[in-house]
């Protein structure tokens, strides 16, 4: 029995196509449970003023969470490490979850107001994400040759 190099192709074909197919599905599927959240982030969405005690990057425990909320977590969301802030919500004190730009920008030990679906920051109300982020080296360094590009091709057209 010889294999040939059209074989070969045909095979590899078939196992790239099967994977793409895959992937195709798992993309859908994970596009389906993104509506959903989103749906329920509006839904629930309040804003507060929260004061922030601390912050940390830590994988989820039922030590910092609440007992009902990590037991209905995902295995991988188990597995992975999350931003968790300790905040003073009203009287309380809680744990609650929010993405990277947010966590980036919270001040510690300052009253800030939040968007807040759940126990998940969605937003800081009255600040731009974009401009209080710190930026990295090259990022600085892109910006400012934006900045300087735009107001040359502004004297160019002003010269024209």
């Known amino acids: 029995m010889n294999i040939t190099a059209s074989d070969i192709l045909i095979i590899t074909l078939v196992i790239v196509a ?9 993309n859908r599927k994970s596009m389906r449970r993104m509506v959903q959240a989103q749906e329920f982030i509006d839904q629930n969405r309040m804003t507060v003023q929260i004061f922030v005690i601390d ?4 994988k989820p425990s039922a030590t910092n969470l ?12 188990k597995m992975r ?9 009203g009287p309380q004190i809680v744990t609650l979850m ?5 966590y980036e920008v919270l001040p510690v030990k300052k009253t800030v107001k939040v968007d807040i679906a759940g126990m998940y920051i969605i937003s800081m109300t009255g600040l731009n994400l974009a401009d209080k ?3 990295t080296f090259t990022e600085k360094i892109t910006a ?7 107001a040359q ?5 002003k010269k024209k």
């Open 144 to 150: 400012k040759l934006n900045n300087t590009m735009s």
């Open 81 to 89: 490490k999350a931003n968790l802030v300790k905040a003073k919500v």
């Open 153 to 157: 091709s502004e004297e160019t057209k």
């Open 55 to 58: 912050k940390k990057q830590e």
């Open 18 to 26: 099967a994977a793409l197919a895959g992937l195709y599905y798992l």
């Open 133 to 135: 982020k710190k930026k």
């Open 98 to 102: 929010c993405d990277k730009p947010v």
């Open 66 to 77: 609440p007992k009902a909320v990590f037991e209905q977590m995902p295995k991988t969301t």
